[in-house]
């Protein structure tokens, strides 16, 4: 039996992974039918977000299909909610429930990507919790310090934050490169180690080990290929710092 199981769970990964196209089943509760839900994407020219795909909410459901040439982040907006909601599109079948009250309270899940993503923001947010609970618990009394011109409060306070800041800072770098060496198929990693290179206090030489050890699938998606092209850019010196100077001609003489 115990084979049987394992042969099942084995062939339904198998099928997952084959999937050429994707399928979003979401679900909006207490989200009015007409209500229009617009995908979003990143624009290849830098100028924000642009629309890929309209859909209407039909008896609290909703549905969007297509195909993904490769992992990409796209974002969900819902007429009537503020905000938006991030997600991984890929092929597979993914599975987004819409929080009508507030959109960052979304849930995503059904693909390796997604499902890495949110327990990926999850142990963020534990590392983080300090800092969040010191924020909510003396936010009035700062405001109170501000308004009386209490500097000495001020100072307290600053102090206390700047060292929870300290150590939720160097926890969340620890927890990406930890990510990053222990998942190289993950799309997550790939997309760290992009934003280690606009990191001047993270080390050129293990941000490219890093980049090193994705998979190859990763190495071909546009954050991969930006990667290597900004570690090249690194390697290669600039043509002012490389040439030689000019030869002037001495002060007052002629040809």
Do not use: R, W
Request: aromatic share 6%; with cysteine; proline share 4%.
């Amino acid at each position: 039996m115990k084979k049987i199981i394992l042969f099942l769970s084995a062939t339904v990964f198998l099928i997952s992974c084959s999937k050429t196209e994707y399928t979003i089943s979401g679900t909006a509760k207490g989200i009015a039918n007409g209500k229009t839900i617009i995908m979003e994407t990143a624009d290849a020219a830098g100028m924000g977000l642009i629309p890929v795909d309209t859909v209407k909410v039909e008896n609290e459901k909703f549905e969007i299909t297509g195909k993904a040439t490769e992992p990409s982040f796209h974002m969900l907006t819902v007429e009537g909610i503020e905000g938006k909601f991030p997600f991984i599109l890929e092929n597979g079948d993914i599975s987004i429930e819409i929080n009508k009250d507030s959109i960052n309270k979304s849930k995503v899940s059904g693909t390796y990507s997604n499902d890495e993503f949110v327990k990926f923001n999850e142990d963020l947010m534990k590392i983080q919790k300090d800092v969040m609970d010191f924020q909510k618990k003396n936010t009035p009394a700062m405001t109170q310090a501000q308004q009386a011109n209490d500097t000495a409060t001020i100072n307290k306070l600053m102090k206390e934050y700047g060292k929870l800041q300290e150590v939720s800072n160097a926890a969340s770098k620890k927890a990406y490169t930890t990510y990053s060496e222990t998942h190289p198929k993950s799309f997550i990693t790939v997309l760290i180690v992009q934003g280690m290179l606009g990191d001047p206090s993270v080390d050129i030489k293990k941000t490219e080990k890093l980049f090193e050890g994705l998979d190859e699938s990763l190495k071909n998606t546009k954050p991969g290929k930006a990667i290597l092209a900004k570690i090249k850019e690194t390697k290669t010196p600039s043509v002012s710092a490389g040439a030689a100077p000019a030869a002037q001609a001495p002060v007052g003489s002629s040809k």
